[in-house]
Nanobody
Framework: RVQLVESGGGSVQAGGSLRLSCAASAYIDGSSNYCMGWFRQAAGREREGVAAISPGGFTYYADSVKGRFTISRDNAKNTLYLQMNSLKPDDTAMYYC????????????????????WGQGTQVTVSS
């Protein structure tokens, strides 16, 4: 069973940066067949896909974060990252790490129901 623990959230001013981490209990690396993703949920809004990375390293991003956020994975540390730059108040949300067996797909990588494993979330607050 995959267990995921997020860290790295906090409060920053607009234009600042944060790096989120997600430590996985199972062995998740380039040879493991897991798609890993970051989702976020702001107050009063639905959970939305932010970014995902396939077992082979192919990445997907929401239009709202392209060019500002970078998803990556460190195979040796079983850790997923989300580097967030040029943060905006609209990025304020609880951020969740998620994993699903097999690859990510263009038509479904941002759909929360297809992911089987979830972390508890880490709060990101961006002030103007």
């Amino acid at each position: 069973r995959v267990q995921l623990v997020e860290s790295g959230g906090g409060s920053v001013q607009a234009g600042g940066s944060l790096r989120l981490s997600c430590a996985a209990s199972a062995y998740i690396d380039g040879s493991s067949n897991y798609c890993m993703g970051w989702f976020r949920q702001a107050a009063g809004r639905e959970r939305e896909g932010v970014a995902a990375i396939s077992p082979g390293g192919f990445t997907y991003y929401a239009d709202s974060v392209k060019g500002r956020f970078t998803i990556s994975r460190d195979n040796a540390k079983n850790t997923l990252y989300l580097q967030m730059n040029s943060l905006k108040p609209d990025d304020t949300a609880m951020y969740y790490c998620a994993a699903k067996l097999y690859s990510c797909y263009p038509g479904s990588w941002a759909e929360a129901p297809v992911f089987s494993y979830w972390g508890q979330g880490t709060q990101v607050t961006v002030s103007s």
